[in-house]
């Protein structure tokens, strides 16, 4: 069985970069693409953006000037680092995977970490 | 404007029927991408329960059903119990984004 496990900083000040990682175990890495989602406290889901283990990526066109997801095959693992934090960005993080496809379900998630921005 | 409009609440008594609409447009929904959805427990990550349209993932009941017609999807419990009480979430693929879209998010209460 799949699972996914991220880890990083949880307290961020503004003007810092949020740095997050996520590592698949026991499963197949490159069979999917690999994301990033998160969950301001109380609201709804966003997507982040997205990759897969040859290192294509796509980001959500909202927050593309300040994220940068990355690949490490060899360790069945996938970053993201959202740069200029702001309290908007306090959320619930998660990383999941899907199918290859347009149009993909995101069928595995890891358990969600919150990240807080704050003075 | 690439969004996916659900109603924030719906509510049943326990076995019952209940249905969530998703409302997009022609550069999701109506497009002809799949729909999925999620539910969400309490305190714990999203859990695909209805993949492409109308598939059920292994493990899911067959209480659970989806549905989509032009730019427009629905989610159907039947049978409602207690533990669905749980908030919904659409998702498909939006050409404008080139990337997924989801829901606002509908909370159930049973």
């Known amino acids: 069985q799949v699972q996914l496990q991220q880890w990083g900083a949880g307290l961020l000040k503004p003007s810092e970069t949020l740095s997050r990682t996520c590592a698949v175990y026991?499963?197949?890495?490159?069979?999917?693409?690999w994301s990033w989602i998160r969950q301001p406290p109380g609201k709804g889901l966003e997507w982040i953006g997205e990759?897969?283990?040859?290192?294509?990526?796509n980001y959500n066109p909202s927050l593309k000037s300040r994220v940068t997801i990355s690949v490490d095959t060899s360790k069945k693992q996938f970053s993201l680092k959202l740069s200029s934090v702001t309290a908007a960005d306090t959320a619930v993080y998660y990383c999941?995977?899907?199918?290859?496809?347009?149009?993909?379900?995101?069928?595995?998630w890891g358990r969600g970490t919150l990240v807080t921005v704050s003075t | 404007q690439s969004v996916l409009t659900q109603p924030p609440s719906v509510s049943g008594a326990p076995g019952q029927r209940v249905t969530i609409s998703c409302t997009g447009s022609s550069s999701n929904i109506g497009a002809g991408y799949d729909v999925h959805w999620y539910q969400q427990l309490p305190g714990t990550a999203p859990k695909l329960l209805i993949y492409?349209?109308?598939n059920r993932p292994s493990g899911v009941p067959d209480r659970f059903s989806g549905s989509k017609s032009g730019t427009s999807a629905s989610l159907a419990i039947t049978g409602l119990q207690a533990e669905d009480e749980a908030d919904y979430y659409c998702q498909s693929y939006d050409s404008s984004l080139s990337g997924s879209l989801f829901g606002g998010g509908t909370k159930l209460t049973v």
């Open positions: 999941a995977g899907g199918p290859y496809g347009i149009g993909r379900s995101f069928d595995l």
């Open positions: 026991g499963g197949s890495f490159s069979g999917y693409y």
């Open positions: 990759i897969n283990h040859s290192g294509s990526t």
């Open positions: 492409g349209n109308s």
